[in-house]
């Protein structure tokens, strides 16, 4: 059987529990994702920064790292070549394209102009992070919640530049921008101050949101975390504190799951955050253990996040971006296999019977529910899979492999 006759037989099976596997094909295909550059060369940005700091490292040295512009975007473009649908693009501030340095505090939209080109190109949208690490203002480990008056102003208008640039972005590119901050401020051990830093924090965020800016072309979020690599007693930018702080200001709150305790889930968190603010933003990762970002694979916590944001019906309040860096493996490869899964992932949760299985909760008929919840897990997903990629021009099955890897030969393994 070839893909077509195999998605005929799938949709039939789908339409047994009331699926319309064409209609989770159109909403697919309408289905955003911000892919992150700095998958693409491990962290480094185009600042000639040797070292990643800042809470967060990269380990391995699989060959071929981009190491300017031009050999990102060749990356970038091949890439998505493997990745069906039109998705979008993740940027940091020390993705800045500029033949002299620029101090980050005296960031502008033109440093950007090139990326704002190259998206054009590629008719996908841009997302914006201002970048507070690896770098020698954020040594102390300390930036916007420093008690340094010259470290935390110099951090405070580096996060307003950074949201003027966002705003452009959006307006050139005619989608929103997410503009997304987080830090990496803390401390390694218990502290005796608590309060502080919150403090500081909270008043340097109020300075850098105070300009306002059109909606129409940014909008801002705030990442927390638990705990960093080597911040591992206390982090400024907790949960709590950015999610009141976001409620209160009518900013998003963005969850990456690799940010909370171990059995702690975004996946819960989803339904209660979109009970309270029009739109939540994520950072999808894999942690494990001490680390937070892994390449993002099809796993239960994946397709759990999935299909909250399925059956909340909130495919459009929900910003998906990515969140990892694998440096010992092909990054081409990571950043694929990572998009894939995201998307396989929703497709799973559009192919599921949510309705019927909402009714069989509401009705108390737990039994029955977990009968079928089980009984769909081996449903074809593949075939409709499948499919899509045809649809969308691009390989359906393993053998994208092989273009990474010719790409591989051809490409990366002559940049060392
Ligand atoms: C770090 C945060 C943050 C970064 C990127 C590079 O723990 O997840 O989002 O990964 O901004
Ligand atoms: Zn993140």
Redesign the pocket.
């Known amino acids: 059987m070839n893909i077509n006759e195999r998605y005929l037989s799938a949709k039939e099976q789908f339409a047994a529990f009331g699926v319309d596997a064409d209609k989770a094909l159109e909403a697919l295909k309408n289905i955003p994702i911000s892919m992150h550059c ?1 998958q693409g060369d491990d ?1 480094k940005g185009f600042e000639g920064a040797t070292t990643l700091s800042g ?2 490292q990269t380990t391995g040295n699989y060959p071929g790292r981009a190491r300017n512009f031009e050999e990102l975007k060749a990356d970038i473009r091949k890439a998505f070549s493997l990745i069906p649908g039109k998705h979008r693009i993740n940027l ?1 501030a020390s993705y800045a394209v500029s033949d002299t340095p620029v101090e980050r505090d005296a960031l502008e939209p033109k440093h950007f102009a090139p990326w704002v080109e190259f998206a054009k190109e590629l008719g996908v949208g841009l997302d914006f ?1 201002p970048t507070f690490f690896s770098h020698p203002m954020a040594d102390s480990g300390l930036t916007l919640s420093s008690p340094d008056d010259e470290i935390r102003n110099y951090w405070i208008r580096h996060g307003k530049a950074c949201r003027r640039i966002a705003e452009y972005m959006g307006k050139e590119l005619g989608t929103t921008c997410l503009c997304n901050l ?1 830090i990496g401020d803390g401390l390694k051990d218990v502290p005796a101050d608590r309060l502080g830093p919150r403090a500081r924090l909270k008043a340097s965020l109020d300075e850098i949101y105070s300009e306002k800016l059109d909606p129409r072309y940014i909008v801002d979020s705030v ?1 927390s ?1 638990v705990f ?1 690599i080597g911040v591992e007693a206390y982090t400024v930018g907790s949960h709590e504190f950015y999610m009141n702080y976001a409620a209160k200001n009518n900013i998003l709150c963005l969850l ?1 799951n690799g ?1 909370y305790h171990p059995t702690e889930v975004v996946s819960d968190k989803i339904p209660s955050m979109l009970l309270f603010s029009d739109k939540v933003a994520l ?1 999808v990762t894999r942690g494990i253990r001490w680390d ?2 892994h390449v993002v694979v099809l796993d239960d916590e994946l397709k759990e996040i999935a299909k909250e944001i399925v059956r909340c019906d909130a495919t459009d309040r929900v910003l998906i971006g990515l ?1 990892y860096f694998d440096a010992s493996i092909n990054r081409l490869c990571a950043w694929v296999v990572g998009m894939r899964n995201m998307q396989k992932a929703l497709l799973g949760a559009l192919l599921t019977p949510n309705a019927f299985l909402k009714n069989m909760q509401d009705e108390g008929r737990f039994s029955e529910k977990m009968a079928i919840t089980e009984e769909i897990k081996t449903l074809p997903v593949g075939d409709v899979w499948k499919k899509f990629c045809l649809d969308n021009g691009v390989i359906a099955d393993e053998s994208w492999f092989k273009v990474v890897e010719e790409y591989e030969n051809e490409v990366l393994l002559k940049r060392n």
């Open positions: 700095w962290v809470g967060i940091h992070n987080w990442e975390k960093g990456d940010h950072h937070s970002d969140d």
